[in-house]
């Protein structure tokens, strides 16, 4: 029989977040805390924006913070902006994960300068190479001593690899199983979840001229009101727009898995759509200097042996590139969608390699106990 660890022996884990704009701050936090608590941990997460939190938690807005975690056995504390200057009550837990290089209250930072936790820097996923050599470097804090040490996710073995959860596969083959045999549509099932700024009106043009009917989910977000109004207007009768709700972060992968193609966007629902293995267009979060595109093409080169079609492989990629330059091109949409078991051979080959990497929590866990 097992032996279950006793509470006394249960490691605390501290996780800050502070919101910059929109879910994805929030949402990958959210998604480690839930994957954490998955390890055996007991986590604490401190987040300066809790309504944020109770969308990605299915939650009514404004739903005390104390509340928003008790399903999933998180303790959610409201991250107090007067921590920042003065004094901060939270003691410091024996691991602690600073989110995105976000700055801890000073205090609290002061606190662990006598407790000495292990502290984690978690940083935004890339492709880059350069991510390998940094990842679990550790930084010295000139003002307490104390140190860092840079987790870096990625989709290469060296880098700190993406969060999968632990109940990933069963959760993905119990929805599969839910769905009918035989797709019932003769429609393409299109994901869309995308930034405004994105060439929405070429988008909807593309769609309605590809040659095929479709079936466009359009998610909660600004794009998706655009591109919804934009094939609307049409009156097509290739095209069936449906509006989505907003679904609680634990049901997201199932908008994923019941897609043929997805348009994502940010950091956590692009690594969403790696890990489901689902053809994908990245509108990928802009950032001054175009860093973005380096990042996009990084990802795009990670992918290249993955498709057969080397041809079908830079479609993608001029698609991709175009969309995040602010045009959408037709044709290399038609070939995309003509040549789309290609697409999603090279899709689910990728995927296959990324489960096999390991998971995050997983590899953040064994760093942790082996401590
Ligand atoms: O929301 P995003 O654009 O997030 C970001 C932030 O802008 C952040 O500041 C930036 O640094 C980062 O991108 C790169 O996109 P992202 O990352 O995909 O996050 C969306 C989250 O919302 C993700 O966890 C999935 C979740 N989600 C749901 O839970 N339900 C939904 O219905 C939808 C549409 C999304």
Redesign the pocket.
């Known amino acids: 029989m097992a032996l279950q660890a006793q509470p006394s022996e249960i490691i605390k884990i501290d996780i800050f977040c502070r919101?910059?704009?929109?879910?994805?701050?929030?949402?990958?936090m959210?998604?480690l805390a839930r994957s954490l608590t998955g390890e055996g941990f007991a986590v604490r997460l401190i987040i300066d924006d809790t309504d944020t939190l109770c969308?990605?938690a299915g939650l009514p807005a404004q739903t005390p913070a104390d509340l928003i975690g008790k399903d999933e056995a998180i303790e959610v504390v409201l991250w107090d902006k007067e921590w920042d200057s003065g004094e901060c009550p939270l003691e410091p837990a024996e691991v602690v994960i600073e989110g995105?290089a976000c700055r801890l209250p000073e205090d609290y930072e002061r606190k662990m300068a006598v407790t000495r936790p292990l502290w984690f820097n978690i940083d935004?996923f890339s492709a880059e190479d350069w991510i390998e050599s940094c990842h679990l470097v550790p930084s010295i804090e000139p003002k307490t001593g104390l140190v860092k040490i840079n987790y870096f996710p990625g989709v290469t073995p060296r880098s700190g690899s993406l969060i999968i959860e632990k109940d990933y596969e069963a959760q993905e083959s119990l929805y599969k199983k839910s769905l009918p045999a035989q797709n019932t549509t003769d429609h393409l099932r299109i994901f869309f979840?995308a930034?405004p700024y994105g060439p929405i009106e070429s988008i909807a043009e593309a769609m309605l001229h590809c040659g095929h009917k479709l079936e466009v989910s359009v998610?909660?977000?600004e794009a998706g009101r655009l591109l919804s109004a934009a094939l609307l207007k049409t009156e097509s009768k290739d095209i069936t727009v449906k509006t989505?709700?907003?679904?609680?972060?634990k049901?997201?992968d199932q908008?994923l898995w019941a897609s043929d193609i997805a348009f994502?966007?940010?950091?956590?629902?692009?690594?969403?759509a790696m890990i489901a293995g689902t053809p994908f267009l990245w509108h990928?979060?802009h950032q001054d200097g175009d860093v973005h595109m380096v990042k996009l093409k990084a990802l795009q080169k990670r992918f290249e042996r993955h498709f057969a079609d080397i041809a079908l492989f830079a479609a993608w990629c001029e698609l991709q590139e175009k969309m995040n330059n602010g045009t959408f091109d037709r044709d290399l949409f038609k070939v995309l969608l003509e040549k789309r078991d290609e697409w999603q051979k090279a899709s689910v080959s990728f995927a296959r390699d990324l489960r096999a990497l390991g998971a995050l929590p997983a590899k953040l866990s064994e760093l942790i106990r082996k401590r």
């Open positions: 919101v910059i704009d929109n879910f994805g701050d929030a949402g990958v959210w998604r969308a990605l995105f935004y979840f930034y998610s909660q977000c989505l709700p907003f679904v609680a972060q049901d997201f908008l994502v966007r940010g950091e956590d629902s692009a690594a969403r990928i979060y």
